[in-house]
């Protein structure tokens, strides 16, 4: 069968698709363009039968056809970071058995020697494509469709596996709690190896028939002048993201002022998610824009699973109620519902859920309960919403949206040769949420600066995990056990 995703979007053959700097493209081109890299992929191969590809493209219609392109040769699409060091990339691209790379040709120099190291086959995207388009296969949407990496608490990032059939319940969740339709418009600032910028709004855009301005990096003063143009529908970031456009609007002139918070007013809907929304960050967010940001909440493996009202009363600090087709429990440590008003760890059920760790069956055994989800993240249920109250583990730290280990980064700081011990915390932020911070013995007769740190560490980590904040102590906090006592790690940050 064909992909519902590629049906309707023939639906919608001549409506825009995408619209970026260097123009607009229809459905009908995305349709083109991707069918043209699946037989390219393919390569006289009936199908890739899940074949892994990793690609690396930056926000755009490139990015776009390449992901419709693997997905309709029957291949699993491995979406890497524009702004990952060589060791992150390469740790994704061994680690998912990818056999194709695909890169831009602004990425060739960083992808092109893995490939090569590895004996993986390598394309541009400024490759010739093929003019005769192969018969493509027929796609069940039981397989395996995208892989994203996400940080647990056990060291590496784990390959989180979604199959067509998930992504689809996914977006029709969404579509549906908020009312999407082809006459839509909504502006992409969101990375887009991450769910929130590839399901939330892309997808769902592409689903729904509508348009996506895409720009290729973040940029507060485009956004705004995107926003000022007032024929946008939807809008969707984190946090930081409105803490940045809110410093924009205070430095624009009250004139200029004017115009930006008309242009917010004419949209239907702005969302915020990824990372717990500061109270005030809301309120003068509200001030500037009319808006009440709906929040949500989702991971990875889930895609979304609570979301506030879209017409009805949205509390601040609340992430509202289940989505449509999801259900959602509180439990306690043994795995017991919690009484009304009593805190507990989230567990979700819907076909949405993703399909498995990638390679490893253990852990994703380990996350389930009873076909239930087991999320790490408390919650409690008041005046009939649920708060997110923090997560279970407290080597999780959420900064800028990105979900990161601790325990990934400290193994990555113990190689630093001046570095003894380490102990990586999270420490409350009012713009990033939480900041990742290291408390750091030394070996003898060494020093060692925050900026010399910071330059090392992004050779070896994605820079949302390098940490913002050291503090040189003789010896770390240990409990009788012997075991690092985290809590105590961050009062010396407080």
Not at 44 to 72: C, H, K, M, S
Not at 223 to 228: A, D, G, K
Not at 304 to 317: D, K
Request: contains cysteine; negative net charge.
């Amino acid at each position: 069968m064909n992909l519902p995703l590629i049906t309707r979007a023939q639906e919608h053959n001549q409506r825009t698709a995408i619209i970026t700097d260097v123009g607009a493209f229809t459905y009908e081109d995305l349709l083109n363009f991707s069918s043209q890299i699946a037989t390219s992929l393919l390569q006289n191969a009936a199908d890739l039968e899940e074949q892994r590809v990793a690609f690396l493209i930056p926000p755009g219609f490139e990015y776009v056809a390449t992901q419709w392109g693997i997905w309709r040769a029957g291949g699993v699409a491995v979406p890497l970071c524009t702004v990952h060091p060589r060791p992150e990339l390469e740790y994704v691209i061994i680690n998912s058995g990818a056999s194709i790379i695909i890169a831009h040709p602004n990425f060739e120099n960083i992808l092109r020697p893995i490939a090569t190291e590895h004996n993986l086959q390598f394309i541009l995207t400024s490759d010739a494509l093929p003019n005769n388009i192969a018969r493509l296969p027929e796609i069940e949407i039981t397989k395996r469709a995208l892989i994203l990496y996400t940080s647990g608490t056990t060291g590496k990032p784990k390959g989180v596996v979604t199959t067509h059939q998930n992504i689809q319940a996914q977006v029709t969740s969404l579509i549906t709690a908020w009312e999407w339709t082809s006459s839509d418009r909504i502006l992409h600032v969101l990375p887009l190896h991450h769910i929130h910028g590839i399901i939330n709004v892309l997808t769902c855009a592409l689903w729904a028939g509508a348009e996506c301005y895409m720009l290729s990096k973040f940029d507060s003063e485009l956004v705004w002048q995107r926003i000022c143009d007032g024929d946008l529908t939807l809008f969707m970031a984190v946090p930081t993201i409105y803490v940045k456009l809110i410093a924009a609007w205070e430095n624009a002139s009250s004139e200029r002022q004017q115009i930006m918070t008309a242009g917010c007013e004419k949209m239907r809907l702005m969302v915020s998610g990824s990372a717990a929304l500061p109270v005030q960050v809301l309120e003068k967010w509200q001030k500037i824009s009319g808006h009440f940001l709906l929040e949500r909440y989702g991971m990875t493996e889930i895609g979304m699973a609570l979301s506030n009202s879209l017409h009805g009363q949205r509390y601040s600090g609340y992430v509202g109620q289940p989505l449509p087709q999801v259900e959602v429990r509180l439990v306690d440590d043994n795995g017991k519902l919690v009484p009304p008003e009593t805190p507990g760890e989230i567990q979700v059920k819907s076909p949405g859920v993703f399909l498995e760790y990638w390679q490893n069956p253990q852990a994703t055994a380990k996350t389930f309960q009873d076909g239930w989800f087991c999320t790490g993240d408390l919650a409690v249920i008041e005046k009939g919403n649920y708060r997110i109250l923090g997560r279970m583990s407290v080597d999780i730290i959420k900064t800028g949206g990105y979900k990161v280990s601790a325990l990934e980064i400290e193994e990555v700081l113990r190689n630093h040769p001046d570095i003894q011990e380490c102990a990586v915390v999270s420490v409350a932020d009012s713009e990033w949420g939480e900041r990742v911070c290291a408390a750091l013995v030394l070996n003898p007769q060494r020093q060692l600066t925050l900026e010399s740190l910071r330059s090392w560490a992004k050779e070896q980590l994605a820079v949302y995990k390098v940490p913002s904040k050291i503090l040189i102590v003789a010896e770390l906090p240990r409990n009788a056990m012997g075991k690092v006592t985290k809590p105590t790690v961050v009062e010396l940050f407080c």
